[in-house]
Structure formats: structure tokens, C-alpha cells
């Protein structure tokens, strides 16, 4: 075989050269709009979650001290955001969402509101979805997604669990109406007991 022979195989003709480049950019620009979907979506997701984490610690706050952060009417946002973050209810979350928009926050006697505004209309619908007792309004293109959290305890059971913390005014909260089982584990760091009626001890002096 002759050197010319050899070296017209060993490369690529400029046909293929155009053919392998405009697959290449039809390629690219398919994928484009795909990974950009997927990256709002990724973004609705986290936003939902950042909803969901400011109203579950709105009502933390309501179950804590009987009044909603940002009382009268929790329209001051970073007066809401810094009363949750004081008390501990709110790590890692500012005034603005993973979305790119502002948290607008309301409240009335028996619910706390938290919105996200200038949501695209398949991404508003898709968050929607993760959302409850959620409203979506506003124009085309630029929607308000707004989703609502009662006061603790006018939901079923949530009245009836023990609160870990003191709730001033509410006693019952922290206190047991039911024998304790620990299914053998150990109840440590105590610094006081009181102790009415009957009580058994184990063989190493510690209550059984």
C-alpha cells in the first residue's frame, strides 16, 4: 500500500468532518432546553421545601408563644425571618428564595401565609402539586404561589403530642397522661426526680 493510500485512510474526509459537526449542534441544542428544565424544576423543588421549612417554623413559633412572628399581620418579612431565626426555628433560609424571588409572608387569627411571586406558569402549576392548601394567582407568566399553614393543634392530633420545650400557659403540653415504656433504654442526665407512689428499683439501685 502506498503512503497516499494510508494516509487517506487514517483521517476524515470533509464530508464527514460537516456531517459529525451538525449532529454534534443538533445534539447540543436538543439537550439545552432539557437541562434547563430540569434545572427550574430543581430550583421550584427547593423553593417548595424553603415554604414549607418558613411555615412549619411559623408554626412552631404560634405553638411556643401563642402569637405568629410578625404579629399583627407577619407583612414584615424580615421581622418574620428574624423572630424564627432568634428562636431557633429557621436555620439557612434568607429573605429570598432559591427561585430567584422575594418571600412575601401575611397572617390572619387562624393561618400564616407564605408566597413566592414571578413564578412561570409550568413551574408555579408543577409546585402547586408539592404544596398544601395552596393558591395560584396573578398574570400569565408571572405567578404568585402561596401556600397556608393553620395554627398548630387545628389540625387532628397535633394538640395531643408533648411539646419538649415549655409552652407558657399551657402546662398540659409537658405532661405524660400515659405510663412510659422505654423498651429498655435508659433515661439519662437527670438532675431532679420526684417520685409519688410505688417504685420499683433494679438490682443496680436505678429505677426498673
Known sequence: MSARNRSKQAGYTLVELVVATSLIAVL????????????????????????????EAAQTFRFATSTWPGEPNCTDETAVFDALTAAGYLEGIGLTSAYGSLFVTD?????????????????????????HTVTVSGAAGARTVRSSFPVPGAEAGLDALMHRDAVTG???????????????????NIQDAEIEGNAQFCTDNTLG
Open 170 to 188: 399551657r402546662p398540659e403540653l409537658n405532661r405524660m397522661n400515659t405510663a412510659l415504656d422505654m423498651n429498655g433504654n435508659h433515661i439519662t
Open 28 to 55: 447540543t441544542a436538543a439537550s439545552i432546553p432539557l437541562a434547563n428544565r430540569r434545572a427550574q424544576l430543581d430550583l421550584s423543588d427547593v423553593t417548595v421545601a424553603q415554604m414549607y421549612a418558613v411555615g
Open 107 to 131: 397572617c390572619t387569627a387562624g393561618q400564616f401565609r407564605v408566597s413566592v411571586e414571578n413564578i412561570e406558569d409550568d413551574y408555579s402549576d408543577y409546585m402547586s402539586t408539592r404544596l
